[in-house]
């Protein structure tokens, strides 16, 4: 038993203080803030009185133990320098094993912290970008009912309505990460009613969404930057010219598009200034990264676009 304390629970005892100090004391304080040298020294000196105090401990009180151990087996002492080598790589196995227990925690919470960062700045971006789309959409609706005042006063009254509806969803009902896509289809539908208002005869609007529900859920707002656009570039006074929206919802991907004819406006015409569709862009970098395919083809006076998106 006293031959079992010498050789086992004393180095056990020493591995077990190293390897606490440097955990609770010297990596935070030396390793990490790159003080290597302090470091080493005090690992070094700690180390080194270890040795010599099991050797003081070995020779003061288990002297004879080990005596008598080595004539009954007839076995020699290994060699000093041997020894101290064994002893030395016993030592540094809990050093070694609390440094890189403790940087795998620090990486670990550096990880989350830098997750957490990255997940508080999308939510500001996000929240900037919805907050940008409210007023673009609001002054583009206000100048499109602003033409019927003169024109149509009791369509101009119909749409002012129209718009309080649709401006109460877009302020309370949007302020979330996803939204059921029927309501979105529902929303998608009123303002295409509201803009089906202020266009003449000369313009054909035509519409397909999917009918039964889906369930599924997507980010809100995504889809209302590509009608207004249609609207803006597809309309002409004088000119026929129509608009044609689909969407398609198969195999947890929505699929949108749109095309209509090409009006292009004139270089001093600020109406909208293109801050929908960038800010369509932007939020679907955030929302749907490697998940959402854009396109927009320009040909024979004709402008597609489609959107893609996977929701799973």
């Not at 302090?38 to 003081?56: D, G, H, R, W």
């Not at 620090?106 to 990255?118: L, M, Q, S």
């Not at 015409?269 to 490697?290: A, C, F, T």
């Amino acid at each position: 038993m006293s031959r079992i304390k010498a050789h086992f629970w004393v180095p056990l005892i020493f591995s077990a203080v190293i390897f606490y100090f440097n955990y609770f004391v010297l990596i935070d304080r030396f390793l990490f803030p790159k003080k290597m040298l302090q470091f080493i020294i005090i690992n070094a000196v700690m180390i080194t009185f270890f040795l010599f105090l099991k050797e003081y401990i070995e020779d003061n009180f288990f002297k004879e133990i080990a005596i008598k151990r080595l004539e009954n087996t007839g076995r020699t002492e290994p060699p000093f320098k041997m020894a101290i080598y064994i002893q030395v790589l016993s030592y540094l196995a809990p050093l070694l094993f609390s440094i890189a227990l403790k940087t795998t925690q620090r990486w670990v919470k550096t990880e989350a912290e830098r997750k957490e960062a990255a997940n508080i700045k999308l939510q500001f971006e996000l929240q900037h970008l919805h907050y940008q789309l409210q007023p673009h959409f609001f002054f583009n609706s206000l100048n499109n009912i602003y033409a019927m005042v003169d024109l149509s006063p009791d369509q101009a009254k119909t749409s002012i309505h129209s718009l309080s509806k649709l401006m109460r969803y877009m302020l309370y009902e949007t302020n979330v990460e996803t939204i059921l896509l029927s309501k979105e289809i529902d929303f998608m539908k009123r303002y295409i009613e509201l803009m089906k208002l202020r266009v003449s005869d000369k313009t054909v609007v035509t519409y397909s969404f999917p009918e039964k529900e889906t369930g599924v859920k997507i980010a809100p707002l995504l889809f209302i930057s590509l009608i207004e656009n249609a609207f803006k570039h597809g309309v002409s006074a004088s000119k026929t010219s129509e608009i044609n929206i689909q969407m398609t919802y198969a195999n947890n991907t929505v699929l949108f598009s749109i095309e209509n004819n090409n009006f292009p406006k004139k270089t001093d015409d600020k109406s909208g200034s293109g801050i929908g569709l960038q800010n369509l862009e932007k939020r679907l970098e955030l929302l749907y990264p490697n998940k959402f395919n854009f396109k927009t083809i320009l040909k024979n006076d004709r402008f597609l676009v489609t959107l893609e998106i996977e929701t799973n």
